[in-house]
């Protein structure tokens, strides 16, 4: 069954540190994985896209890491910010048909404190 | 900042009525799509478009309905709201390309709360 996971459901860290977020997948075939933000009462931004040739990405203090073979993929925040504070998002397309299905993680939420 | 736009933001309504959640967007994109969320849970797709006069039902079984008349115009319609209808309701759209579909990156709107009563 093709299914995102991802961990941990919800994250506190205080303005200035850094932080890791988990995304596990299983979708098979795999085409690309990206990673949203979601503000509260708003929709999903992207953040990043990243194909099975690539291991890692950057978007300002953002980077993402894929490990293709262990199906696993990571956002790395640096210096956080309390603009940070969102539900971040692991999305994951399969390339079975032309259609391309996108699979959708539960978000980690994350709360930056003062 | 993707120009999509969402009304209402957030609607209270009771069981029985008949409500439409307006979508529309300004960059042309061929695609559009409607996903169900609720809270602390993945988006679900209920419905989407790949043109004018083209709807499809997404992977979530959904009661609602859908039209495409205008490029930039994606309406849901709920015949009679429940209960179980509440959810925030997000619509996204992206542009048409010449890789595969799944590359394709979705601009979303902000999304309307639903409440049924």
């Known amino acids: 069954k093709n299914q995102v996971e991802q961990s941990p459901q919800s994250l506190i860290i205080l303005e200035g540190k850094n932080c890791t977020l988990q995304?596990?997948?299983?979708?098979?075939?795999?085409?690309?994985l990206r990673w949203y933000k979601q503000d509260t009462g708003r929709g999903p931004v992207s953040l990043t896209i990243?194909?099975?040739?690539?291991n890692t990405k950057s978007n300002g203090r953002y980077t993402a890491t894929l490990d293709a073979d262990t199906k696993q993929s990571s956002l790395h925040i640096t210096a956080s910010q309390l603009s940070d504070s969102a539900s971040y998002i692991c999305?994951?397309?399969?390339?079975?048909?032309?259609?391309?299905?996108?699979?959708f993680g539960r978000g980690t939420q994350l709360t930056v404190w003062p | 900042e993707a120009d999509i736009y969402q009304t209402p933001r957030y609607l209270v309504i009771g069981t029985g009525k008949k409500i439409t959640l307006e979508c529309s967007q300004t960059?042309?994109?061929?695609?559009m799509y409607w996903y169900q969320q609720d809270p602390g849970m993945e988006l679900h797709l209920i419905h989407y478009?790949?043109?004018?006069?083209?709807?499809e039902k997404g992977d979530l079984s959904s009661e609602s309905t859908v039209s495409r008349i205008r490029t930039e115009h994606f309406p849901l319609t709920l015949e009679s709201a429940r209960p179980s209808h509440t959810s925030q309701y997000l619509c996204?759209?992206?542009?048409?390309?010449?890789?595969?579909?799944?590359?394709?990156?979705?601009?979303f709107g902000p999304g309307t709360r639903l409440l049924v009563l």
């Open positions: 478009s790949y043109g004018v006069n083209s709807t």
């Open positions: 960059m042309g994109h061929d695609k």
């Open positions: 999305v994951v397309s399969d390339r079975g048909s032309t259609l391309g299905r996108l699979y």
């Open positions: 996204a759209s992206s542009s048409e390309s010449v890789l595969a579909w799944s590359w394709e990156t979705q601009y």
């Open positions: 990243m194909t099975f040739s690539e």
């Open positions: 995304c596990n997948y299983t979708v098979s075939p795999f085409s690309n």
